[in-house]
Every structure is written in C-alpha cells, then in structure tokens.
C-alpha cells in the first residue's frame, strides 16, 4: 500500500519553541492532506486540511496562526507549532489522499509524531 | 457522514476469530463502512471497506447486514499483534482531489488478544 512518513517521530521542546513536523507522502502524489491531534486515551481529533498551493482549512477551535500549515508540494506537508506550551504535548498524526485513494477511499496514515514541551 | 457504535473493549484468544461488531443504523445508501485500526502510538492502519456486498482481503473479512445497519470485521485467526483500537467508520467515497475526504474517528473498540 501507498506509504506517508512523518518526521519527527518524538520530539522534546521547551515552552516558548516552535516546532516542525513533516508529513511525506512516499510513492504517490497527495493533492489533500489532513493533519490530527490525540490526546492521550482519547480518540483523533481533525485539526485542519491542506490542499497542496491553497491555503489549509481550520477546524472549529484550532488557531491558524498557532499551527502553522504548509503544502507546498504533492509530496509534503509540514506542520509548525508555533510558541508550544505543555498543554500541546500531544500525538500529531498526518493523513494523505491522492490518486489510488479516489479508487479505493482509503486514507493513507503517517507513523505519527509524539510532541512533549517542557 | 454517519455515525457509528462500537463496543468500548473486546477481549479475544490468541488463535481463535475476532468479531468486532459495529452499529451504522443512519447509514446512506451512497456511504462506505470502513475499518481501521491502531496500535499503540502509531498512526491508523487501513484494514478493509465494503458498501453492500461482504468482502475479504489478506488481514480481514467484512461482513455487512442486509439492510447495512451494521458490520462485522472478523480477523480469523486473532495474534498478540492485532492487539489495537479498531475503528469503524462510515463515509462516502473519497473524490480525487476533494477536500472532504477527511476520516472522523469515534472512540473504537480495543480489542485485547490474549495468549
């Protein structure tokens, strides 16, 4: 199946930091990508869309100019956690559509990236 | 997009079938039952989805009621590795280069395989 990698897989901040995490898409173009958050023992919760040379769509609560999206190209994305503080400590997962997922409607998941601020 | 119902938890023997139920009463008739699961502190892994007709692939089998209210992923033969959350989730297709294409998650069942 169709692979997206992310990297970071952990990183360890201090409050006040930014941060940037990398979602790849390996072996097909991503024209949509999506990017959670999971808290611990709860379940993802959609954070905002980016469609590759548009600008990303928020979802309800999430600020815009905290988490920074950018997808610049068909195979990435970057995500960057502007001025982390503790209570972003969180498991930032990323998800890519394209092409086979037309066909099949699956979504293609990255590994996740582990986010703890000091 | 449809809501669904799943059990909280699920034990299983190691070896033996896992049936994980999962209720879509409110299902369209143009929307897909999908199933993923994920295992501790990795991102969702795609199992298997089907609109009306059963269907089977190399990690598992869908079987979907007649009037698609409701599924059931079987994993036949359970190992300590299918130990995970499984989330059945039901949505319409995704188009090519459409921007609704994203999964919404409810809580899911973990399902704990025990030798």
């Known amino acids: 199946g169709a692979v997206v990698s992310q990297h970071p897989s952990w990183v360890i901040c201090k409050s006040g930091t930014s941060v940037k995490i990398e979602c790849r898409s390996l072996d097909f173009q991503a024209t949509t990508m999506f990017w959670y958050r999971q808290f611990p023992k709860q379940s993802l919760m959609l954070m905002a869309t980016s469609n590759e040379g548009s600008k990303a769509t928020y979802e309800q609560g999430v600020e815009k100019d905290k988490f920074l999206i950018n997808h610049a190209s068909l195979t990435l994305s970057t995500l960057t956690v502007t001025s982390a503080h503790p209570e972003d400590s969180s498991f930032y997962i990323c998800?890519?559509?394209?092409?086979?997922?037309?066909?099949?409607?699956?979504?293609?998941f990255g590994e996740g990236s582990r986010l703890t601020v000091l | 997009d449809a809501k669904t119902t799943q059990p909280p938890s699920m034990d299983c023997a190691e070896g033996r079938a896992a049936n994980l139920p999962c209720n879509h009463s409110t299902i369209s008739g143009n929307e897909y039952v999908y199933w993923y699961r994920q295992i501790h502190s990795q991102g969702p892994q795609y199992i298997i989805h089907g609109l009306k007709n059963n269907e089977t692939n190399e990690m598992a089998s869908l079987i979907i009621t007649e009037d698609r209210k409701s599924s059931t992923l079987i994993l036949p033969h359970a190992t300590l590795r299918d130990t995970a959350v499984y989330y059945c989730?039901?949505?319409?297709?995704?188009?090519?280069?459409?921007?609704?294409?994203?999964?919404?998650f409810g809580k899911g069942t973990k399902l704990s395989v025990k030798p």
């Open positions: 998800s890519a559509a394209g092409r086979l997922a037309a066909n099949t409607g699956e979504l293609f």
């Open positions: 989730i039901v949505r319409r297709r995704l188009h090519y280069g459409g921007s609704q294409g994203n999964l919404i």
